[in-house]
C-alpha cells in the first residue's frame, strides 16, 4: 500500500476532505492533519511541522500546499504580519523532509495571491471591505497602461478613493508574498520539490495578479524549469489534481482525454473568474494531473464532457437563462446522446458542468435524470470556477480508471450531485432569499456551523434530490450537513450511496 501525506491548503471540505473521501482506501493511504485553523484563524505552526514530520517519514508522496504550510491557510496568506526569517524557517523544512526520507516524492502547490474586483472584507483585509474594487481597478489599469494598452488619467480618482496607508500595506502583502513564491521555484530548481503547480485563484488577465504572474514567468525562464512548474488559474481543486498526478505516477499510466464540448465555440470562452480561453485551461489541467489529451476518440482512456456555453458564462444563480449561449450556441441533446452512447460503448465518461460559475447546470440535470445517466457516469463536477470543476472531474475519471466505481467513488458521485446541482445551483440561493433574514442571519454570517440554516439546507437539499433527481432519489442518503465558515457560500455534507 502507497501512503501519501496531503498537506491542504485550508480546512474546508473541497480542500481537507475531498481528496481522501475519492482516493483513500486499502489500496492508497491518504493522511490529512488532524487539526487545521478556521478561515482568518491560522493553522498553528508546530502542528503542522511536527505532523509533516511523524507522517513524511515512511510516506512515498507528500502533497503540500505551500500556503498551509508557510502561512497556515489560504485566507491567512492574505493577512499574515510574518517576518521574512519565520517564513524563510518556515520554507526550510521541506528540505529537511526530504534529508529524512530521500525518497519522498514532493509535488507542491502555491498560489499566486489574488485580487478581487469587488469590496469586501470576508476574505481579505478589513479596508479591502471600503475600497477593495478601487484597488482592484488601481492594478487593472496599472497593468494595461504598461503595455500600451490605456493611459493612467483614471487614477488619481482612483488614489484619492483608497487611503494611501491601505494602498502600501496592500502592495506590501503582494511584495511578500511574491518573494516566497519565487523562493519556492529554486526549491524545485534544486530537486527538493519534484513538481510545482502556481494556481491563480479568481484572476484576471489585467491586474496585480497578472504583474506578479509575468514575474513569476520571468524567473521560470531564467531557472530553465520547463515542465516541472505549471502556472494556470485554480486553487480549490489543486490538491486533488496533484493527488491524481501522484497515483498515476506511482501507477506508471499517463491516460488520454478526449475532450467533448456542448458548443463547439467553447474552447475560446474565457471562463469567469480566469485569465485565458477554456481551451488552455484544459491542457494546462491535464497536463498537471498527469493526463494527455487525446486527439481521437479512439484513442482515448477517458472521455471528458464539457458542458460550457458557447461566448458567454453567467452565474449558477441566473438560472434559468434564455441566452443564445445557452440556447442556441450549445446543443444539450447532442451532448446527452454522446455521453450515452459512449458509456453504452463501455467508455469512462466524466463530466466537467462548466456551464455556470459556482452551480451545475439544471436544464443538464434534467436531461441526465430524464435518460437515466446519473448512476452511469464515472465522475460529475460543477462547483465554483470552471477551474474547480475541471480538476474534480478530471480527478474522478482518473480514479475510475485505476480503481473503479467503488462504493466510495459511487459516495463521492452522489456527493457532487447533491452539493454542485442542489446546494450550489438552486438550494443557497433559495435559503438565502427566502429564510435568511427572518432567522436574523444574512449570506456571510449565519452564526454557527451546525444549527437552524443547516437543518433547513438538509431539509431543502432532501426534497430537491426527490424532485430532480427521482431516478436515483432512492440511493442518495444525506447524511449530515454543516456551514464550514458560518457563511453561505460553502456547505459540508456526508452523502452516501445506498
Known amino acids: 500500500m502507497k501512503k501519501i501525506v496531503y498537506l491542504p491548503l485550508d480546512e474546508r471540505p473541497c480542500n481537507a476532505m475531498f481528496v481522501p473521501k475519492l482516493f483513500g482506501d486499502d489500496r492508497l493511504h491518504i493522511v490529512v492533519p488532524p487539526e487545521m485553523g478556521c478561515k482568518k484563524t491560522p493553522a498553528r505552526w508546530k502542528a503542522i511541522r511536527d505532523f509533516l514530520l511523524q507522517e513524511c517519514a515512511d510516506a512515498d508522496g507528500l502533497v503540500l500546499s505551500m500556503d498551509m504550510l508557510l502561512y497556515g491557510g489560504l485566507i491567512p496568506s492574505r493577512l499574515h504580519c510574518l517576518e521574512t526569517d519565520e517564513v524563510e524557517q518556515r520554507l526550510e523544512l521541506i528540505a529537511e523532509l526530504k534529508k529524512r526520507n530521500e525518497q519522498l516524492l514532493i509535488y507542491a502547490f502555491q498560489c499566486i495571491m489574488r485580487c478581487p474586483r469587488y469590496s469586501s472584507s470576508d ?49 506590501n502583502r503582494r511584495a511578500f508574498n511574491l518573494q516566497f513564491n519565487l523562493r519556492t521555484l529554486q526549491l524545485l530548481k534544486d530537486g527538493v520539490i519534484d513538481f510545482l503547480v502556481i494556481p491563480q485563484d479568481d484572476s484576471a488577465p489585467y491586474g496585480f495578479t497578472a504583474m506578479d504572474q509575468h514575474v513569476v514567468r520571468q524567473k521560470l525562464a531564467e531557472l530553465r524549469l520547463g515542465a516541472r512548474v505549471l502556472v494556470y488559474p485554480g486553487a480549490d481543486e489543486v490538491g486533488l489534481t496533484l493527488t491524481t498526478r501522484m497515483v498515476l505516477h506511482f501507477a506508471q499510466k499517463r491516460p488520454r482525454v478526449y475532450v467533448k464540448y456542448a458548443a463547439s465555440t467553447a474552447a475560446a470562452v474565457i471562463p469567469l473568474y480566469e485569465d485565458r480561453p477554456l481551451g488552455e485551461s484544459i491542457k494546462y489541467q491535464l497536463t498537471a494531473a498527469g493526463c494527455r489529451i487525446a486527439t481521437s476518440l479512439s484513442e482515448a482512456d477517458i472521455v471528458m464532457a464539457v458542458s460550457c456555453p458557447g461566448s458567454v458564462m453567467r452565474e449558477a444563480a441566473a438560472q434559468p437563462v434564455t441566452d443564445p449561449n445557452y440556447a442556441v450556441e450549445r446543443t444539450l441533446v447532442e451532448f446527452v446522446l454522446f455521453m450515452q452512447d459512449c458509456l453504452e460503448d463501455g467508455r469512462i465518461v466524466t463530466l466537467c458542468d462548466n456551464a455556470y460559475a459556482n452551480g451545475g447546470d439544471l436544464e443538464l440535470l434534467a436531461m441526465l435524470d430524464q435518460s437515466g445517466l446519473l448512476d452511469r457516469l464515472h465522475g460529475y463536477a460543477g462547483w465554483n470556477t470552471s477551474a474547480n470543476t475541471m480538476g474534480t472531474a478530471v480527478a474522478m475519471g482518473v480514479h475510475t480508471l485505476l480503481m473503479g466505481k467503488t462504493p466510495q467513488h459511487m459516495d463521492f458521485l452522489a456527493h457532487r450531485y447533491v452539493e454542485d446541482m442542489g446546494y450550489c445551483g438552486k438550494v443557497r440561493g433559495k435559503v438565502n432569499h427566502e429564510r435568511l433574514e427572518q432567522l436574523g442571519f444574512d449570506y456571510f454570517d449565519v452564526k454557527e456551523q451546525r444549527g437552524a440554516v443547516s437543518a433547513i439546507v438538509k431539509e431543502e437539499l432532501e426534497a430537491f434530490v426527490k424532485e430532480a433527481m427521482p431516478s436515483i432519489a432512492s440511493h442518495v442518503a444525506i447524511t449530515d450537513t454543516w456551514m464550514p465558515w458560518r457563511r453561505m457560500f460553502e456547505v459540508g455534507l456526508q452523502v452516501k450511496w445506498q
Open 123 to 171: 476574505e481579505e483585509p478589513d479596508y479591502y471591505g471600503e475600497c477593495g474594487a478601487e484597488i482592484h481597478q488601481i492594478g487593472n489599469i496599472r497593468h494595461r497602461a504598461s503595455l500600451g494598452l490605456c493611459d493612467e488619467t483614471e487614477l488619481q480618482a482612483l488614489y484619492e478613493a483608497v487611503p494611501e496607508a491601505c494602498l502600501q500595506d496592500y502592495l
